[in-house]
């Protein structure tokens, strides 16, 4: 299934959606593997345009490759391959989680094709763990490990609101609570190119309780959606959208709010030269 958008082949689209189902190491709730489905589905009950944007999905072309299949034992390198394939720096790539462990290969590959690059993480947790029930490469962990990748200092965290005390001191660039104002203050240092990774759970789970790993206090939709726009201007090299899960709660209702964030994401991803 494609997403209801998907209206060009890879060779003249402007942005590349690549669903990466993988949920293996998930602790609380599984289920996000179902995700890109999910998305997909709920994008036929979403407009093409964005009244916060004043943008339509239909002046962009627009390639869905679906979803990678991959073992759970090999997922990592073969996911890496697959990206590696299908790379082109004058393209945008979106990825759709899956937990926020599909973001580790992602990264690895664009470190192989970008010298220096930014991260910035919308997200409720830290994932600063070096370790969690045993396992290094799991979702409380990814940006530990792409801190190993890019440097700590390059991972800009925005609306975190839960984790270990450890945790919270590893970064510096890691701002609590809020996301558009301290994105708002820190922008204009963020150096260039930038990959941007979306963690459904920063939202309240009054709006978005279909997560893997809900935490109460989170930012608002629209609060999101502004600190999306934030970054219009800014050269994105790739993003993702994770740990949305349609087992947790409401997959339809959620759904067509993850569906949205993907048209904001895709129109601001898209515009940029």
Known sequence: MKLYYSNSNYKNADVIILGLPFDKTSSF????RFGPHFIRLCSENIEDYSPYQNKSLL?????????????????????QKIIEDIFDNKKHFIFLGGEHTITLPVIKTFKQKYS??????????????????EEKICHATTMRRVSEIVGINNIYQFGIRSGTKEEFEYNKNLYKFKAFDSLSSVIDKIK????????????DPGILP????????????????DS???????????????EYNP?????YASGSTVAEILRELILVVGSIQ
């Open 59 to 79: 002046d962009l072309k627009i390639c869905d490759l679906e979803d990678l299949q991959f073992s759970k034992k090999d997922w990592f390198l073969e996911s």
């Open 210 to 225: 279909a997560v893997s790993t809900p935490e109460p206090g989170g930012i608002s939709y629209k609060e999101l959606i």
């Open 116 to 133: 220096h690059f930014s991260v910035i993480q919308f997200d409720a947790h830290c994932d600063l763990r070096d370790e969690y029930l």
């Open 247 to 251: 087992l947790a709660a409401t997959p």
């Open 29 to 32: 709730i599984p289920g996000s």
């Open 192 to 203: 260039e190119p930038i990959y941007l990774s979306i963690d459904t759970d920063i939202l």
């Open 228 to 242: 999306l726009l934030l970054l219009k201007n800014k050269k994105i090299i790739g993003a993702d959208i994770v």
